[in-house]
């Protein structure tokens, strides 16, 4: 299950590549699952506080219109690499680490073309993309928080 979950959190960071670093450390933080050894820091109120203005910050420049897009090598390797850390903190304490990273930066790979694929629709059918934009948010902050709230 534990995989799954790591699978799905890299789902997060392909949308919203700092939603899912903030999901994971508010969980930490809250105790809702365990983190292990190197994980740790997570789970501390710095953690939450960086991650979480990261992610807020990322939530108003996505709705810039000189953002670029997600697919662009930069922007694609950090979804990656925050999927693939997400996915090992989520591994850390209950799984193997490697299985954790490899998911996670799988989910970020299906997150990110997938993600982009769904707004563009979404976008088209409503005319303009910030509708699909918020509604990619909120699935990026309710996804996040829920796959955490599982990982117990």
């Known amino acids: 299950m534990i995989y799954v979950l790591a699978l799905l959190i890299g ?47 990322e939530l108003v420049t996505d709705q810039l219109p000189s953002t670029p897009s997600r697919k662009v090598p930069p922007q694609f390797g950090a979804r990656i690499i925050s999927g693939a850390f997400c996915g ?35 976008a088209t059918s409503f005319g303009e993309d910030r509708p699909a934009a918020l509604i990619e948010d909120a699935v990026a902050i309710i996804g996040g928080f829920a796959i955490v709230a599982l990982a117990v």
């Open 11 to 57: 789902v997060v960071a392909g949308l919203r590549a700092m939603m899912a670093p903030a999901a994971v450390s508010w969980g930490a933080y809250l105790g809702w699952f365990a983190v292990g050894g190197w994980a740790g820091f997570m789970g501390h109120w710095i953690a939450v506080a960086v991650f979480t203005v990261l992610a807020i910050v």
């Open 88 to 122: 090992a903190v989520l591994a850390s304490a209950t799984g193997s680490l490697i299985v954790g990273l490899i998911a996670g930066a799988i989910g970020a790979v299906i997150g990110t073309l997938g993600g982009a694929k769904v707004r563009g629709r979404l």
